[in-house]
Structure formats: C-alpha cells, structure tokens
C-alpha cells in the first residue's frame, strides 16, 4: 500500500499548493494550462489505446462494460460521494464546482494503465516504482488543477486511495489470470476512457467515463475468452 499511499498524499500536498499559490496565477494562464494538460491526456490516451492487439476486444469491453455501468450508474454514484463531500468541505459559492473538480480529477488519477498496473505491481511484487512516478505527474496536475477548480480536488484523493488500494489488495487473487495479452487490452480500453476525459476538461464532448470503467475489467475475461478461440 505505500505506493499508494504516496500517490494519495501527493494529490493531497499538490492541491494544496494550487489552492495556496494558485491565485496568484491570472485567470488565462490557468485556463490555457488546462487546455495543454487536456491536450497531453489525449496523446496518452492514444499511445495505450494503440497497444491493442485485437481492436474487437476493446469495442466489446467498452460496450459491455458501459451497459454494467449504466445499470449501475457509477457517474451519478461519483457525482453523489462529491456533492455529499461538497457539503461537508465547501461553502457557499464553491459548492457546484466542487463536484465538478472532484469527479473530473478522480476519473483522470484514477483511470488508465498506470494506476491498474502501479497497484498491480505493488501488490504481486512490493515494486512501487509505477505509483511514484504516477505521484509525481498526478502531484503537480493536482496543482494546476487546484489552482482554478478548488478543493475538490484535494478530496479526490480518497477514491484514488480506495481504488488503487482495492487493487493492491486482491492483485493476489488475479496472479493467475494477468497474462501480457491482457494486460495490454486493459490498457488499452483504460487509454481510451483516458481520451474522453480529455474531451470532457476541453469541454468538446461531455462524455460518461465513469459509465464506462467497469470495460477495464471486462477486458480480462474478453481477452482471454477471444484467445480461447483464436479470434
């Protein structure tokens, strides 16, 4: 869990300097650095969605995938744990885009190759290496972003804790199963989800990431069964 908990502590600190230094920053330059960090999301995104092998498979997750999370409705779930937050941490006329900050931030620490393969890492092999560096890139975002949306992010730091510690936890029980193929799939279908966040911060398309990340996981049963039969 340290990796974890490191990374935790980063967005933490990260927030806090935005919300402390960030003001002295004009109002453009928050904005246009946004846009470059929307931009730069988009190029990661695309560089793991490009590691697919087998394009069928990440259509499948993501359409499956967003079937469970509509039923589910993990985005109204996110938006709920955010406005419940938004009541307890915020006031006033911050409460609205403090909602906004904390689903936004969330889904971006917490979908994509690096938190999945970081807590997998810590939890088969004690290796944190991945989430101190995801710390690092996640700490200084949490700044900018901090700087113009506010607390909320500083309160995204507990799913990414609960998401990238669950991971850590079970990495055990999927020893087994977590095959190169796989692994690459995952990433993959988290890369795109990545490509829509990236979509929502430029305010291009307004997109339900959260719907759709139960497609990570359906990946893993995917690939394998399409390896199976050599599809």
Not at 19 to 25: R, S
Not at 31 to 37: A, D, H, N
Not at 95 to 123: H, P
Request: hydrophobic residues 55%.
């Amino acid at each position: 869990m340290l990796g974890t908990i490191v990374n935790a502590v980063a967005i933490l600190v990260g927030g806090v300097l935005g919300m402390v230094f960030g003001k002295a920053l004009p109002e453009k330059m928050k904005s246009t650095v946004i846009q470059g960090i929307g931009l730069a999301i988009i190029l990661i995104g695309m560089s793991m969605a490009l590691q697919t092998k087998n394009p069928l498979i990440v259509i499948a997750s993501l359409v499956i995938g967003g079937v469970i999370g509509e039923w589910v409705d993990i985005e109204l779930r996110l938006k709920q744990l955010g406005q419940w937050l938004e009541l307890k941490l915020s006031k006033g006329r911050e409460r609205g885009q403090f909602t906004k900050a904390f689903v936004t931030t969330s889904l971006i620490y917490c979908v994509g190759a690096m938190a999945i393969m970081g807590a997998l890492e810590s939890g088969l092999k004690g290796i944190h290496n991945i989430l101190y560096a995801k710390s690092m890139l996640d700490g200084i975002s949490a700044i900018v972003f901090a700087s113009s949306m506010g607390v909320g992010v500083l309160a995204s730091s507990v799913p990414v804790f609960l998401y990238q510690g669950g991971i850590t936890v079970s990495a055990s029980l999927l020893q087994g199963i977590l095959s190169s193929a796989v692994v690459a799939e995952m990433s993959a279908t988290g890369g795109l989800l990545i490509v829509g966040i990236a979509l929502n911060i430029l305010e291009i398309k307004e997109i339900k990431v959260g719907n759709l990340l139960p497609g990570i996981f359906v990946a893993i049963p995917l690939t394998l069964l399409f390896a199976r039969f050599n599809l």
